[in-house]
């Protein structure tokens, strides 16, 4: 049985009411400024998730300025003995690609790169270089387009000299008019309809005052920015603010009606500003945006979440509970992930995904490509990380036209479809994962060589801004890194013709896309229409799915999806519901059960023999109230993966200790509420215990569990769930396909079984991102041992291992003590008994990964015996221990050391 989830503080409201709007998008730019980590350095690249491995590292006298990333090269300004010196690494294999020694004079000010093409700003000039091979080759020098700071946006550099932005053509290297922003740094961000916008700190006023500003600007010849329209916010700056210009205004690309203002030299004032009101909640540096709300540190080192719509702030942590080695750096972000320097935070969840305590950042940690990043450290050096898969994964991009000429010129070989394969076919035959996956593959391939030949096409007619369209559409379906940054390096620095002709050339071309997309449409749905001949239904609808994202604008063919709803389908005639459920099914491969199917006989007069579906997959037999397929799909693909972890990790047992019902799928039910989960009549007529979040009843061989709390939303990310439905089916395979339990409610031993379904529940849900050795030392339940070990609270060893079924129910009662965590941000209520579970589930994971293989064989030869009902003797000993002193002394060392 598994303890309900643990809660979080929310502290209360700091600032005005009236903050009513809400973010939806972030800002992107084509490169991130070096530290300026608010959401320009939030970028949609797959973050890194799992443990990150140090691809290269590159050692200087000092890094002035950067890293800064663009189409897999991190560009920084550093000095080696007396020369200042720009160089280019590639992000894959870590060699200096390009280096370039600067004039003498003033210090840069920043560093920019847009699609390539290098722009370095100093107080009296911006240079540009272009990367050619493996040289840096400088472009032009703009003498009056120097200043004290710069940013990059549409293509275009701004560069701040004194209360003004001078708009710079990098390409052509000339400056192209003055946009008079204000005082402080905008934030300049496209709008929907190809324009441009700006939300600024406008200057003091004589009483203090100071406008947000927001007002349409146009790029071109002349830029132009229109009347700007703003509010008065009505607190007074101090006299440093009046003077300085280093001011930062934070906010996304919807522009409501909040906007965080964040001043470097008095961090007191900063805070979020709205026509309604205002708050003061300051943070060391601009914060990262993410869905509406800013997270960062404090200047008294705690990390913040600020919510404005809700009124209210949010302690995540204080810097000194965070995890050994973690720094109070500047944020970044890649999606849903937040970068402190050296660490990684999932926002959704507040877990703690990984930490690199031997990095000294000093600056943000900077994303450089699908699970890759960049991070300049405080001794001078570029150091690169990847995701262990992705280490050396990736070939160094190509560079210069030639190189790119041949990524695209050298085709993949063909990849063969099902329908044209009948071998393949016939292997796969019946297997809809499968069947649709050498579908996609053979269709991917199709397709990304059509984007390359599309984009050679506009390159033909010197089409720049549609080829980096097509670059972006490419990746999207499935465009390796590699060949991608080889494309973009093709379109440095390069506009699209201006020739006479060139609206003609764009829009034929346009039709030979569509031409091309039409194809590729016509053989997704042919590919469809054969899965679907071949009995195949969730495949064939998953792939009519995909062909609707071919081409803007498509809808779903419900005509062509009618034929493959199945009959057991609950909501019959419902072509759209069955192609949601088809794409949540297909990863685990279930199937509903029909209404005269036996298998309903087991929950007659239950309340799941109304207003509930029943699904079967390869090990699972799910009746649930709960019909949302985004919530049952990836539980039931969590609990096939379960199952087959437990297979894996534990010994065959003899067949006469296994169930009868041992080759039966294992019966789960979930409830869609908590409320209804604690009210369902279990064996004996009794109810689940109040304070479970799930139950496994033998007598009955069902395990039982909800989605959703009573508030009615499900948990992020939906990992609660899937803890609890690992945990649970444990209890349930053990039992039902191991060694069915004979042991006594007086026998010791409930720390080995209530310990194992907790270290399994809590390993499943880390394997999406550290694979399958389920040795993830960072979850909650080694987490909350760790912090109650701080504290002086473990419970006593010899106690743990005494207690039995009954005991459990009797001696673990009282109230808890209060716990921050250090690996998910988050201060925990933690009783007796929470702890008995995170306790014993540190126990087993401390047997089997720390004390080699006499204590991984001893535990799980002590699982056996506790399931036969045998006695477990001296635990200590069968651990490889001396005595029982040694054992506990080794592991409160092993989890105070976490």
Same mark, same amino acid.
């Not at 070939?395 to 479809?417: D, H, I, L, M, S």
């Not at 269709?443 to 089409?463: P, V």
């Not at 395990?703 to 009615?712: I, K």
């Given at each position: 049985?598994? $303890?309900?989830?643990?809660?979080?503080?929310?502290?209360?409201?700091?600032?005005?009411?009236?903050?009513?709007?809400?973010?939806?998008?972030?800002?992107?730019?084509?490169?991130?400024?070096? *530290?300026?980590?608010?959401?320009?350095?939030?970028?949609? =690249?797959?973050?890194?998730?799992?443990?990150?491995?140090?691809?290269?590292?590159?050692?200087?006298?000092?890094?002035?300025?950067?890293?800064?990333?663009?189409?897999?090269?991190?560009?920084?300004?550093?000095?080696?003995? #007396?020369?200042?010196?720009?160089?280019?690494?590639?992000?894959?294999?870590?060699?200096?690609?390009? !280096?370039?020694?600067?004039?003498?004079?003033?210090?840069?000010?920043?560093?920019?790169?847009?699609?390539?093409? /290098?722009?370095?700003?100093? $107080?009296?000039?911006?240079?540009?270089?272009?990367?050619?091979?493996?040289?840096?080759?400088?472009?032009?020098?703009?003498?009056?387009?120097?200043?004290?700071?710069?940013?990059?946006?549409?293509?275009?550099?701004?560069?701040?000299?004194?209360?003004?932005?001078?708009?710079?053509?990098?390409?052509?290297?000339?400056?192209?008019?003055?946009?008079?922003?204000?005082?402080?740094?905008?934030?300049?961000?496209?709008?929907?309809?190809?324009?441009?916008?700006?939300?600024?700190?406008?200057?003091?006023?004589?009483?203090?005052?100071?406008?947000?500003?927001?007002? $349409?600007?146009?790029?071109?010849?002349?830029?132009?920015?229109?009347?700007?329209?703003?509010?008065?916010?009505?607190?007074?700056?101090?006299?440093?603010?009046?003077?300085?210009?280093?001011?930062?205004?934070?906010?996304?690309?919807?522009?409501?009606?909040?906007?965080?203002?964040?001043?470097?030299?008095?961090?007191?004032?900063?805070?979020?500003?709205?026509?309604?009101?205002?708050?003061?909640?300051? %943070?060391?540096?601009?914060?990262?945006?993410?869905?509406?709300?800013?997270?960062?540190?404090?200047?008294?080192?705690?990390?913040?979440?600020?919510?404005?719509?809700?009124?209210?702030?949010?302690?995540?942590?204080?810097? #000194?509970?965070?995890?050994?080695?973690?720094?109070?750096?500047?944020?970044?972000?890649?999606?849903?992930?937040?970068?402190?320097?050296?660490?990684?935070?999932?926002?959704?969840?507040?877990?703690?995904?990984?930490?690199?305590?031997?990095?000294?950042?000093?600056?943000?940690?900077?994303?450089?490509?699908?699970?890759?990043?960049?991070?300049?450290?405080?001794?001078?050096?570029?150091?690169?990380?990847? &995701?262990?898969?992705?280490?050396?994964?990736?070939?160094?991009?190509?560079?210069?036209?030639?190189?790119?000429?041949?990524?695209?010129?050298?085709?993949?070989?063909?990849?063969?479809?099902?329908?044209?394969?009948?071998?393949?076919?016939?292997?796969?035959?019946?297997?809809?994962?499968?069947?649709?996956?050498? %579908?996609?593959?053979?269709?991917?391939?199709?397709?990304?060589?059509?984007?390359?030949?599309?984009?050679?096409?506009?390159?033909?007619?010197?089409?720049?801004?549609?080829?980096?369209?097509?670059?972006?559409?490419?990746?999207?379906?499935?465009?390796? &890194?590699?060949?991608?940054?080889?494309?973009?390096?093709?379109?440095? *620095?390069?506009?699209?013709?201006?020739?006479?002709?060139?609206?003609?050339?764009?829009?034929?071309?346009?039709?030979?896309?569509?031409?091309?997309?039409?194809?590729?449409?016509?053989?997704?749905?042919?590919?469809?229409?054969?899965?679907?001949?071949?009995?195949? $239904?969730?495949?064939?609808?998953?792939?009519?799915?995909?062909?609707?994202?071919?081409?803007?604008?498509?809808?779903?063919?419900?005509?062509?999806?009618?034929?493959?709803?199945?009959?057991?389908?609950?909501?019959?005639?419902?072509?759209?519901?069955?192609?949601?459920?088809?794409?949540?099914?297909?990863?685990?491969?279930?199937?509903?059960?029909?209404?005269?199917?036996?298998?309903?006989?087991?929950?007659?007069?239950?309340?799941?023999?109304?207003?509930?579906?029943?699904?079967?997959?390869?090990?699972? /037999?799910? %009746?649930?109230?709960?019909?949302?397929?985004?919530?049952?799909?990836?539980?039931?693909?969590?609990?096939?993966?379960?199952?087959?972890?437990?297979?894996?990790?534990?010994?065959?047992?003899?067949?006469?200790?296994?169930?009868?019902?041992?080759?039966?799928?294992?019966?789960?039910?979930?409830?869609?509420?908590?409320?209804?989960?604690?009210?369902?009549?279990?064996?004996?007529?009794?109810?689940?215990?109040?304070?479970?979040?799930?139950?496994?009843?033998?007598?009955?061989?069902?395990?039982?569990?909800?989605?959703?709390?009573?508030?009615?939303?499900?948990?992020?990310?939906? !990992?609660?769930?899937?803890?609890?439905?690992?945990?649970? /089916?444990?209890?349930?395979?053990?039992?039902?396909?191991?060694?069915?339990?004979?042991?006594?409610?007086?026998?010791? *031993?409930?720390?080995?079984?209530?310990?194992?379904?907790?270290?399994?529940?809590?390993?499943?849900?880390?394997?999406?991102?550290?694979?399958?050795?389920?040795?993830?030392?960072?979850?909650?339940?080694?987490?909350?041992?760790?912090?109650?070990?701080?504290?002086?609270?473990?419970?006593?060893?010899? #106690?743990? /291992?005494?207690?039995?079924?009954?005991? %459990?129910?009797?001696?673990?009662?009282?109230?808890?003590?209060?716990? =921050?965590?250090?690996?998910?941000?988050?201060?925990?209520?933690?009783?007796?008994?929470?702890?008995?579970?995170?306790?014993?589930?540190?126990?087993?994971?401390?047997?089997?990964?720390?004390?080699?293989?006499?204590? !991984?064989?001893?535990?799980?030869?002590?699982?056996?015996?506790?399931?036969?009902?045998?006695?477990?003797?001296?635990?200590?000993?069968?651990?490889?221990?001396?005595?029982?002193?040694?054992?506990?002394?080794?592991?409160?060392?092993?989890?105070?050391?976490?």
């Amino acid at each position: 049985m598994l $303890p309900t989830p643990l809660g979080m503080t929310v502290l209360p409201v700091l600032f005005a009411a009236g903050l009513l709007a809400m973010w939806r998008g972030d800002a992107l730019e084509w490169s991130q400024r070096s *530290g300026d980590a608010s959401n320009r350095c939030a970028v949609d =690249q797959e973050p890194i998730r799992g443990e990150p491995v140090e691809a290269w590292r590159q050692k200087f006298d000092a890094v002035l300025l950067g890293p800064v990333v663009s189409v897999g090269r991190a560009v920084a300004v550093v000095r080696e003995g #007396k020369e200042r010196k720009v160089v280019v690494v590639d992000v894959v294999k870590g060699g200096i690609v390009g !280096r370039k020694t600067l004039d003498k004079g003033s210090d840069p000010s920043a560093i920019l790169v847009i699609d390539g093409l /290098l722009a370095v700003v100093d $107080p009296e000039k911006t240079k540009t270089y272009r990367l050619a091979g493996d040289s840096l080759r400088a472009e032009k020098t703009v003498a009056d387009g120097g200043g004290s700071d710069a940013m990059a946006t549409a293509g275009l550099l701004l560069v701040r000299e004194e209360r003004n932005w001078k708009v710079i053509d990098p390409v052509a290297g000339k400056s192209r008019g003055t946009l008079r922003l204000g005082r402080g740094r905008p934030c300049v961000e496209q709008s929907a309809d190809d324009g441009w916008r700006y939300v600024a700190a406008a200057d003091p006023d004589e009483a203090g005052n100071f406008r947000i500003a927001r007002a $349409p600007v146009t790029f071109g010849a002349s830029p132009s920015v229109g009347n700007p329209a703003g509010f008065v916010c009505g607190y007074v700056p101090s006299v440093e603010h009046a003077i300085g210009d280093a001011v930062t205004v934070v906010t996304t690309i919807d522009f409501r009606d909040h906007v965080y203002v964040w001043f470097p030299r008095a961090l007191g004032d900063s805070g979020v500003f709205s026509e309604g009101g205002g708050g003061r909640v300051a %943070f060391q540096a601009p914060p990262i945006v993410h869905a509406g709300r800013f997270i960062g540190f404090s200047p008294e080192n705690v990390l913040l979440e600020l919510a404005p719509e809700e009124g209210k702030y949010r302690t995540l942590v204080d810097a #000194k509970e965070l995890p050994k080695g973690a720094s109070v750096s500047s944020p970044s972000r890649a999606r849903n992930v937040l970068y402190h320097g050296n660490w990684a935070l999932e926002i959704e969840s507040r877990r703690v995904l990984w930490c690199i305590p031997g990095v000294e950042p000093d600056g943000p940690l900077v994303p450089a490509g699908d699970g890759r990043a960049v991070v300049r450290t405080k001794g001078g050096e570029l150091v690169g990380f990847a &995701e262990k898969g992705k280490l050396g994964a990736a070939p160094a991009a190509p560079t210069g036209k030639a190189a790119g000429t041949a990524a695209t010129a050298k085709r993949a070989p063909p990849v063969r479809a099902p329908s044209e394969d009948a071998e393949l076919a016939q292997r796969l035959a019946g297997d809809e994962r499968a069947m649709h996956a050498a %579908f996609e593959a053979a269709l991917t391939a199709d397709l990304q060589e059509s984007w390359l030949r599309l984009f050679d096409r506009y390159a033909e007619f010197k089409l720049w801004d549609e080829c980096r369209r097509i670059v972006v559409a490419a990746q999207k379906a499935g465009l390796d &890194e590699a060949r991608a940054q080889a494309l973009l390096v093709r379109t440095t *620095g390069k506009a699209s013709s201006g020739a006479g002709n060139a609206e003609l050339q764009k829009k034929k071309l346009l039709g030979e896309e569509q031409e091309v997309l039409q194809f590729h449409r016509a053989r997704i749905v042919a590919a469809a229409d054969w899965c679907g001949a071949h009995q195949l $239904p969730v495949a064939a609808t998953v792939l009519a799915r995909r062909a609707v994202d071919v081409l803007p604008g498509a809808k779903l063919d419900v005509a062509r999806v009618a034929p493959w709803i199945p009959a057991e389908f609950p909501w019959p005639g419902n072509a759209t519901s069955w192609a949601e459920w088809a794409e949540a099914l297909l990863p685990s491969g279930a199937k509903f059960l029909g209404a005269a199917d036996p298998a309903w006989k087991r929950v007659q007069g239950t309340l799941f023999s109304e207003g509930s579906v029943a699904l079967r997959s390869g090990n699972l /037999l799910l %009746f649930t109230r709960e019909v949302a397929p985004e919530v049952v799909g990836p539980a039931l693909a969590r609990g096939e993966a379960v199952v087959a972890s437990l297979a894996a990790l534990l010994p065959a047992a003899a067949p006469s200790e296994r169930s009868t019902a041992a080759n039966e799928p294992l019966e789960v039910r979930l409830h869609a509420s908590r409320d209804d989960y604690v009210g369902e009549k279990i064996a004996g007529g009794e109810t689940p215990e109040a304070w479970s979040a799930g139950v496994y009843v033998p007598s009955e061989k069902v395990s039982r569990f909800y989605s959703r709390g009573n508030a009615g939303r499900p948990d992020p990310l939906g !990992r609660g769930l899937h803890e609890t439905m690992a945990h649970e /089916l444990t209890h349930h395979w053990l039992d039902a396909r191991w060694i069915t339990g004979r042991r006594s409610p007086l026998d010791p *031993g409930i720390w080995l079984v209530e310990g194992f379904a907790e270290f399994i529940g809590q390993q499943s849900v880390e394997v999406a991102r550290r694979g399958t050795a389920l040795d993830d030392a960072t979850v909650m339940s080694l987490d909350v041992t760790a912090a109650a070990a701080r504290a002086g609270h473990l419970l006593d060893l010899a #106690k743990v /291992l005494a207690i039995n079924a009954i005991t %459990f129910r009797t001696s673990l009662d009282g109230e808890g003590q209060r716990y =921050q965590l250090r690996h998910t941000l988050t201060q925990v209520q933690v009783d007796p008994r929470s702890l008995f579970y995170s306790q014993s589930a540190a126990l087993a994971f401390f047997a089997l990964h720390r004390c080699g293989e006499t204590g !991984r064989n001893g535990y799980i030869e002590l699982l056996a015996s506790c399931y036969r009902g045998e006695p477990l003797g001296d635990v200590a000993k069968r651990l490889g221990f001396a005595h029982s002193e040694a054992l506990s002394a080794a592991f409160i060392e092993f989890v105070r050391q976490l």
